[in-house]
């Protein structure tokens, strides 16, 4: 592409813990006229008319009503990821802009971090981890032990992309696999996986040994697990949550884990992200909790930055973008 | 005694930190009369004569010539797990002693294991805990990248049924197999996991992202991977041992990991166990330590117990014995 055809592209900023990747520049440059807000902000009259898409990387660039308006010729948003929960879709088609998303990219490595994450709680790695390096270990006890995966049951709560990655993982490890999801999936693909369909959740929550959560955050599925879901499951359950940290009632999940309602948790969300550093949530031992880095391997966020490229170019050439998200 | 005809066992001890656990006493009870070590050296006139069988929990009682020698009508000593490194199984037969490991009980919850590191590895998960944690954190980077596992190429040393589970695991993650055996495995046996063979342990060293030791600790695989094995691995190349200490070459390990030729390890098992505190191994950030956990499970425990308890009645009874282990 020539180098004065590239679309104008706001990016919030580059390098550093939150901005566009250093080596993600090249690709980048090769294919969008990447501005940063600073330079937007010094330059805005020129600029704001020749911004035609926006680069949200993380969350940042905000798409907020006072930006959207200074942008008249803006035609799609790429976002970083699977989730859109953060963006008023409503408020951004109302401009005439598309909006897209990195479905595809993230499912693996999302996938892959729950099946990490559930076997790190009940194999105890972080726990042993502690007293591998303890200078107070003099020996490993023999009655430390934690809970067996193979032949255990799982409960997927969501069988979109993810949630069926989970389900394929699950499945090499012996283990019984039930799923809820809003729509059941095909035959075979149950059978692939040997995944067996609770039409209520409940059924889901009272026969399972770990409960993983793979939803999309809609208005159905905040605290879609509250207190009567954590009653309903074992007390010798682990709830593991991958998705999004408002699906779960954080003060029930709380009390469930001080009062035994439930064994364990594991968490790559939270609400917020980051916690307090006082929020009890923290101080539990019976909860291990990642910082939300369900994608975060080389390969993904490469992939997640080339799919944002092909929507945003396909985008401001009028043509139908890949992964549309609609209101 | 409570029923004189229940054959005696010995064990080194009942509950506490390191003894048989207690709650597979009621099921040991069930079928034999247990005498701890402490009981047995109390009573050693009377008792001496009456334990026909011994059930070696982690590593105790210890094996040795002195005790084999006390106890004439010893007839079957049963480890709990697979390893029998640590007995000295020539020494045993020479007094007519049968040995028994625990192979299948294992298997599974070690392979689970094994996968468990290699995420947690890969992921930066202990890192990440900390981060979550840490009172400094403020927000979280969106930088703090790991290794994909899916599609990623796994290298599996040591085909025998904890291997061949690890194998069966990571196709699930459309993993690359490969792997490296005494004996090659069948073919309608790797076309069930896609593992393919390298005759030659480098071919595999070369090519892995991460590699995985499941092999018996023997004479033969002592120091399997050293510094040459180490300098043939990818710089990007992350190690996972679960199978004994001694496999690796822990000094070579330790310079491998503060110069870079390999990106990290996972090590549920080293030498000795636990390492002394002041060790390099603990101090190293590419590094993640477990206690030995590959089979401790409630479940796994328990069929370790039971499968021994199989095998001393076999014996007891002369018959062939379920995983009966000889001196090479």
């Not at chain 1, 949550?241 to 035994?260: F, I, P, S, T, Y």
Request: overall charge negative.
């Amino acid at each position: 592409m020539a180098k004065q055809d590239r679309p104008y592209t706001l990016i919030n900023v580059i390098g550093g813990p939150i901005g566009v990747y250093e080596d993600h520049v090249e690709f980048l440059e090769t294919h969008l006229k990447l501005i940063t807000m600073e330079e937007f902000l010094e330059n805005k009259q020129v600029l704001s008319q020749k911004i035609e898409a926006m680069y949200m990387w993380f969350k940042k660039p905000e798409a907020t009503r006072e930006l959207l308006q200074s942008l008249p010729n803006l035609k799609v948003i790429a976002n970083s990821g699977v989730g859109v929960d953060h963006l008023d879709l409503k408020l951004i088609s109302s401009f005439g802009v598309k909006v897209a998303n990195t479905p595809f990219a993230v499912a693996n490595p999302t996938a892959d971090l729950g099946i990490a994450l559930l076997m790190a709680s009940a194999r105890r790695i972080v726990e042993g981890y502690q007293i591998a390096l303890s200078p107070e270990t003099k020996y490993f006890e023999a009655d430390w032990l934690g809970e067996e995966i193979n032949g255990a049951t799982l409960g997927i709560i969501g069988m979109g992309h993810i949630g069926y990655k989970v389900a394929q993982r699950a499945k090499a490890f012996d283990m019984k696999i039930l799923y809820h999801n809003r729509k059941r999936r095909t035959v075979d693909e149950e059978q692939a996986v040997g995944a067996i369909y609770c039409q209520n959740k409940e059924d889901l929550l009272q026969q399972s040994d770990f409960v993983m959560l793979t939803v999309i955050l809609t208005p159905q599925t905040r605290n879609l697990i509250g207190k009567k879901e954590l009653e309903l499951m074992k007390p010798t359950a682990t709830l593991i949550n991958v998705c999004r940290g408002q699906v779960v009632d954080q003060d029930a999940l709380l009390n469930a884990l001080q009062n035994g309602v439930i064994k364990a948790a594991a968490l790559d969300v939270t609400y917020p992200e980051p916690l307090p550093r006082d929020h009890p949530l923290l101080k539990l031992k019976n909860i291990i909790i990642t910082p939300h880095i369900g994608s975060a391997t080389v390969k993904a966020r490469r992939l997640m930055m080339i799919s944002m490229v092909e929507s945003i170019l396909d985008g401001v050439n009028g043509l139908p973008v890949p992964n549309e998200v609609h209101g | 005694m409570e029923k004189p005809e229940l054959p005696v066992l010995l064990v080194n001890e009942v509950g506490g930190t390191l003894g048989v656990l207690e709650a597979h006493v009621p099921y040991l009870k069930k079928h034999f009369h247990l005498i701890t070590m402490k009981e047995f050296l109390e009573s050693k006139d009377c008792l001496s004569i009456k334990i026909e069988a011994i059930y070696v929990w982690w590593h105790r009682p210890i094996i040795d010539r002195e005790l084999l020698k006390s106890l004439p009508n010893l007839k079957v000593i049963a480890n709990s797990g697979a390893g029998v490194d640590h007995l000295d199984l020539k020494l045993i037969a020479e007094f007519g002693v049968r040995t028994a490991n625990a192979p299948s009980a294992v298997s599974s919850s070690t392979a689970d294991t094994g996968m468990a590191l290699m995420l947690a590895a890969a992921r930066r998960l202990i890192e990440g805990c900390q981060v979550t944690t840490s009172p400094d954190t403020e927000y979280f980077p969106c930088n703090m990248l790991g290794d994909e596992v899916t599609g990623a190429t796994l290298g599996i040393i040591g085909m025998g049924s904890i291997g061949y589970k690890i194998a069966q695991r990571a196709r699930a993650f459309e993993m690359k197999i490969l792997y490296h055996n005494r004996n090659r495995r069948r073919e309608d046996e790797e076309l069930a996991v896609s593992a393919c063979y390298c005759g030659k342990i480098e071919d595999l060293l070369q090519q892995s992202d991460f590699v995985m030791l499941a092999v018996n600790l023997t004479p033969q695989t002592y120091n399997l991977i050293g510094e040459k094995e180490l300098k043939l691995m990818k710089p990007t190349a992350t190690l996972i041992n679960i199978s004994r200490g001694p496999v690796v070459d822990q000094e070579a390990l330790v310079e491998a990991l503060q110069a870079g030729v390999i990106k990290g390890a996972a090590l549920d098992v080293t030498y000795p166990e636990p390492l002394p505190r002041d060790h390099p191994l603990l101090k190293l950030k590419n590094v993640i330590l477990t206690p030995h956990l590959g089979s401790r499970t409630h479940k796994t425990t328990r069929m370790i117990t039971e499968e021994a308890v199989e095998n001393i009645l076999a014996a007891l009874c002369g018959f062939p014995m379920p995983s009966e282990v000889f001196p090479d």
